[in-house]
């Protein structure tokens, strides 16, 4: 059973640390629908650093929903090299395309909705309610989970989410919720920093192996290769003699990692070679 008197304590930490310590991030200063979407999918496991140049960037290439919709897949994907997962770029656009098409270019404001998009789950279609339109909606993403990890089960291990959910519901500040998660994101990255990582103590927390040497590697060096010589196209053989290390991956590894962005729809064959689509 939910402790109220702990539940004031804990949104009393939450909230002293906040005015102390908040952040001043671009997406914080927009309610536009369009906007913190683009922000929240960039933020998809990727770090705050890493996403402010991006996010500017991407939004004076793309300021509307329809001029995502309408660009050229080749043009996507190159503003957003450095961010990482280029599977959320085609799903960030594929998504502007629905939207542009079924909501009149408008950012559902319905969860029902945002998480039929493309590239949109519970959490991040929680995040655009709450962020936009501040609708007060329990959702659990990885500093949220650090904070209340760190704050309620200081000794616990493989703690699930379902734990962690009537908590949430009973700290919400349904009257500011953008507010009440600003604040709670901006504890859950301070315990992050200051303890270790509480959300490894979650059911839920996955390592990610290692980017060097791996196939997710790979395949951002086939991307970002064919990136650079757009609008041409290129041979597995030429990419093969091209990349930065060729001992890397032979032609037939090369050859499978363009059978798969191709089939994903980031590449289109031209006869015998291959561009981005």
């Known amino acids: 059973m939910v402790d109220p008197r702990e539940i004031a304590a804990f949104r009393a930490t939450v909230f002293a640390h906040y005015r102390d310590h908040g952040r001043d991030l671009p997406w914080r200063r927009t309610r536009d629908p369009y906007e ?12 705050v650093a890493r996403v402010l140049p991006k996010y500017d960037e991407f939004l004076a290439r793309f300021p509307t929903v329809f001029s995502l919709a309408d660009a050229p897949v080749a043009d996507v994907l190159s503003v957003w090299q450095g961010l990482g997962y280029n599977r959320r770029a085609l799903a960030l656009q594929q998504a502007a395309v629905r939207i542009a098409t079924d909501h009149l270019g408008v950012v559902p ?12 789950g519970p959490a991040t279609a929680a995040a655009v309610c709450v962020f936009a339109h501040n609708v007060p909606l329990p959702f659990i993403e990885t500093n949220v989970r650090s904070a209340y990890i760190h704050y309620f089960f200081p000794e616990g291990t493989a703690i699930r989410d379902a734990a962690l959910l009537p908590l949430v519901e009973a700290s919400l500040d349904r009257a500011a919720p953008r507010d009440w998660y600003y604040a709670l994101m901006d504890y859950g990255v301070w315990v992050k920093r200051t303890y270790s990582n509480p959300s490894r103590r979650s059911r839920h927390h996955a390592v990610q192996s290692p980017f060097a040497g791996s196939h997710r590697q790979l395949r951002a060096l086939v991307l970002r290769r064919l990136l650079s010589i757009r609008p041409a196209a290129m041979t597995v053989a030429g990419l093969t003699a091209s990349l930065p290390d060729p001992s890397c991956a032979g032609e037939a590894a090369i050859g ?13 064959r031209e006869g015998d070679a291959y561009r981005v689509a």
Request: glycine residues 6%; contains cysteine.
């Open 36 to 47: 913190i979407l683009v922000s929240e999918v960039m933020l998809q496991q990727t770090q």
């Open 109 to 120: 404001c319905s969860l029902a909705d945002l998480v039929r998009l493309p590239g949109i």
């Open 256 to 268: 499978a990692v363009i059978q798969e962005l191709a089939a994903e729809g980031f590449l289109v």
